[in-house]
């Protein structure tokens, strides 16, 4: 049985036996959960973070290294960036529009759950701070607290120096090349415990999650789902086909192991090891192109968490009873997009994102309380369409770089001829 065919009856199993769990008593569950679901959930997800920070490093290392132009990579970098805004942006429009078809909230939601929920909001830190810390004055800190912008930006300083160096430096290129296999060696490895991993997550979050909370948020739930497919079948689908010229069944067909593995895990770097791989190995994208692409995406793109910003501050608009204008929309438009960047690396960055676009707009932050119940629950959707959006730049920059190298070639072949 391929690995593939595991996990999903994993998540199966673990969908059923979370929902059973919610009729067994709570010391029962608690136990279960304390000594049994968490720690297969966490061993499985410290084995794949133990391998994320090796591998981004490794790996931009070398896509940097052999791309041996600068001019390339400053290209590459302006269309990942703007494919990540544009589809922010796009996400957030879908998002604003479901929720108010769907219209989930209701007044007075948040006094019938009797505010069960408490949310300390957190501080964003300020953009320049952001953007100023991208540069390390200690790498080897920033590889120990996983500072993933700042380990980035590293790993591109050495691959240039690498891609400048040239043959003084072939012996260290070598060296990283084999780092490269034993990581993905590791990866393959950790992957064969995926389907116990994913069916103790999934089964601790719905058990967790509770069937009264589930109950009194259906709309809402509804609506996020909603948006987040929409997004995926629809925006992506059209970049790939229109832009990368490929056939988006067969695209989601490859990806979906790392789709499955980012549902279970709720994390976009802890399933980043296994998706560069997978985009690589079954998409056909290029490896210094998924090498710098993807894990950017895993720290600035954010598609599935702006949709989730966009419902949410649309339905506690509802349940607070204030009616959003037209201006109070675009800024939420504006101040999500630039905030996924902004905030970049921040732990609990959703939250934190949604209290800003919150802020901006006059809505009481006390509303998000309300929706932390089953934020878990859809973090796991949202984390693979996160992923799914970083494998989709990969793969149409990709397809736009061979097609601008084909050219390219197929220019000299003419003037040689003549």
């Known amino acids: 049985m391929s690995l593939t065919k595991k996990i999903l009856i994993a998540l199966v199993l673990g969908v059923v036996v979370g929902l059973g769990l919610n009729f067994v008593p709570a010391d029962v ?8 679901l968490t720690p297969v959930g966490q061993l499985f997800l410290n084995l794949i973070m133990m391998l994320v920070v ?5 790996s931009i290392v070398l896509g940097v290294a052999g791309l041996n132009d600068p001019v390339q990579l400053g290209r590459i970098g302006v269309k990942t960036i703007g494919f990540y805004l544009a589809t922010t942006a796009i996400a957030l429009v879908i998002g604003l529009s479901l929720a108010y078809i769907v219209q989930p909230g209701q007044e007075g939601l948040l006094e019938q759950a009797g505010g069960e929920e408490e949310f300390q909001q957190e501080e964003a830190p300020p953009i320049m701070d952001t953007l100023l810390e991208i540069i390390p004055d200690n790498p080897i800190e920033a590889m120990a607290a ?36 034993i990581f993905m060696f590791l990866v393959t490895l950790v992957m064969k415990f995926a389907p116990y991993g994913a069916f ?24 996020v789902i909603g948006a987040l497919l929409i997004h995926a079948v629809f925006t992506y689908s059209l970049a790939i086909g229109l832009i990368g010229k490929g056939n988006p069944l067969s695209f989601y067909k490859g990806f979906f192991p790392a789709m499955t593995l980012g549902f279970s895990t709720s994390s976009s770097a802890a399933a980043l090891p ?14 210094s192109v998924s090498s710098f692409v993807q894990p950017l995406g895993a720290t600035i793109n954010m598609d599935g968490t702006a949709i989730m910003q966009a419902v949410a501050t649309v339905f506690i608009a509802q349940v607070y009873g204030v009616q959003l204008g037209f201006t109070d929309l675009v800024m939420v438009v504006l101040t999500a997009t ?47 369409v996160n992923i799914t959006g970083d494998a989709t730049c990969a793969y149409v920059v990709s397809k736009s770089e061979d097609r601008k190298e084909n050219s390219a070639d197929i220019e000299a072949a003419k003037d040689s001829s003549r």
């Open 29 to 36: 569950f608690e136990a279960l959960d304390t000594y049994a």
């Open 54 to 58: 090796p591998i981004v490093f490794i």
């Open 146 to 181: 996983g500072e993933m912008l700042q380990i980035i930006a590293f790993a591109i300083f050495i691959g240039i120096a690498l891609a400048k160096l040239g043959k003084k430096t072939e012996g260290i290129v070598k060296l990283f090349e084999q780092g490269n296999d």
């Open 200 to 223: 103790a997550l999934i089964a601790s979050a719905l058990g967790d999650a509770g069937l009264e909370a589930l109950g009194s948020m259906v709309m809402y739930i509804v609506t």
């Open 274 to 287: 296994v998706s560069m791989k997978t985009a690589q190995e079954a998409l056909g994208v290029r490896k």
């Open 338 to 384: 630039l905030a996924s960047i902004g905030t970049a690396g921040v732990p609990g960055v959703g939250m934190i994102m949604l209290a800003m676009v919150l802020n901006q707009v006059g809505l009481p932050v006390e509303g998000i309380a309300l929706i932390i119940g089953v934020d878990r629950l859809l973090d796991m959707i949202r984390t693979s």
